[in-house]
């Protein structure tokens, strides 16, 4: 059988969720739908993400079964910051020529960062390119005030998405608002919207979760519930999460918010103080990826913490689909990707202009509705629509297509 050797390139670490929840299991099922199929995976490991020597050789034997040859590369930040990630695409761009002088004939970047590096190593290696979940990530960052518009950060991934977007070979993106800018930017490419699956069979609710998770933090079973489950700033709102929950709390007695963040806790309980909480009505925690689904299902409501600037409406974050698989109602803003469409097509979340106190007290009778509903009925309804919006499986057909291509 002849094979077709594809480079899957990712700048984030092997156990890092937005890669182990997201892409890692459509190449399980892609190398499974089509076994002429031969991947290397290049990651960069970050410390927070390190696993042990064991650990590892375990999973190169594991992915090896998928025909996954994974190349773990080390990932640099902090101080001169433009020179590492130039030694860091230098690296990776040895290691991809070495590859492509073994026989492989695409490579495929996920997300923005990851992309615009493997764009540029398919430029100069003479590979065909595929970028996975094509999105704006300098707008994201120039929005949200990370970087200024006049800065060699933003100028620099600015220019590079656009050659992406123009010139790649194929592009899947998570919006219809994305193919409508490709089309209008006369894409030469094959565009598909494949937003980010989740594995709906991993994914659903558990009451033996839930019972425990609560046990765990001292929650009463009739206590209601929010849960924030993500980072604090730079893409996200920091303090206006205390905010909009204090302004839900002035209105629903007993609230408790549990937050579980790979933020370090004590910056989360100052953001938190900053914002006027009371300590007693709030937990922080973490948790590993594998028991994500028992803290959505110890929640009877979740926030999604992403303000509602221009760009973010080509976002596709993975959150959303991952609360509704789990039977769990959520809280948006306006104009974020297209989750709050979903949330009054389904009936199954609110909608707010932005997170501060005032919102939260306007909204708060939308949240009590739905607290107040049945549990098993509300459940249903978010695990139908988060199937239907984010489900993994009805997403298959089109990566299907989009793998035959590679």
Not at 99 to 117: P, Y
Not at 288 to 310: Q, T, W
Not at 361 to 383: G, H, I, W
Request: charge should be neutral.
């Amino acid at each position: 059988m002849k094979t077709r050797t594809v480079i899957v390139f990712v700048y984030n670490s092997a156990d890092d969720p937005l890669f182990k929840g997201n892409l890692l299991p459509l190449l399980f099922q892609m190398s499974e739908n089509q076994p002429d199929l031969r991947f290397h995976l290049i990651t960069y490991e970050q410390k927070k993400y390190a696993l042990t020597e064991g650990e590892r050789q375990e999973r190169m034997a594991e992915w090896a079964k998928s025909q996954i040859t994974w190349h773990p590369l080390t990932w640099h930040s902090g101080r001169f910051k433009l020179a590492k990630k130039a030694y860091d695409l230098a690296v990776g761009f040895a290691l991809c020529l070495a590859l492509r002088l073994q026989g492989a004939q695409t490579i495929m970047g996920m997300c923005t960062v990851a992309g615009s590096f493997a764009f540029i190593i398919a430029k100069l290696s003479g590979l065909r390119y595929f970028g996975y979940q094509y999105e704006p990530h300098s707008e994201f960052m120039r929005d949200c005030g990370v970087w200024p518009a006049d800065g060699l950060a933003y100028r620099s991934l600015h220019y590079v998405e656009g050659l992406v977007g123009r010139h790649a070979d194929i592009l899947s993106t998570g919006t219809s608002h994305m193919l409508t800018r490709l089309e209008n930017w006369h894409s030469t490419a094959h565009t598909y919207r494949l937003p980010t699956g989740v594995d709906e069979m991993r994914f659903e609710f558990t009451a033996t979760g839930r019972a425990q998770v609560r046990a765990r933090y001292g929650l009463k079973e009739t206590q209601p519930v929010i849960l924030y489950l993500g980072k604090f700033g730079d893409l996200y709102y920091s303090t206006e999460v205390g905010a909009l929950f204090q302004g839900l709390s002035d209105e629903i007695l007993g609230l408790h918010l549990l937050i579980v963040t790979p933020d370090e806790p004590e910056y989360v309980k100052g953001l938190m103080k900053a914002a006027g909480v009371a300590e007693d009505t709030f937990t922080i925690t973490r948790s590993r990826y594998e028991e994500v689904p028992a803290y959505i299902s110890a929640a009877d409501f979740g926030l999604v913490a992403v303000p509602p600037l221009p760009s973010q409406r080509f976002r596709s974050p993975i959150k959303v689909g991952e609360y509704l698989c789990c039977g769990l109602p959520y809280l948006v803003c306006k104009g974020v990707s297209e989750d709050d469409l979903v949330a009054n097509q389904y009936g199954v979340g609110v909608v707010v202009d932005r997170f501060d106190r005032r919102e939260g007290a306007r909204m708060a009778t939308e949240v009590a509705e739905f607290l107040a509903e049945d549990k098993e009925k509300l459940r249903s309804r978010c695990r139908e629509a988060g199937i239907a919006y984010r489900g993994l499986q009805q997403f298959l057909p089109i990566a299907n297509d989009i793998f035959a291509r590679l």
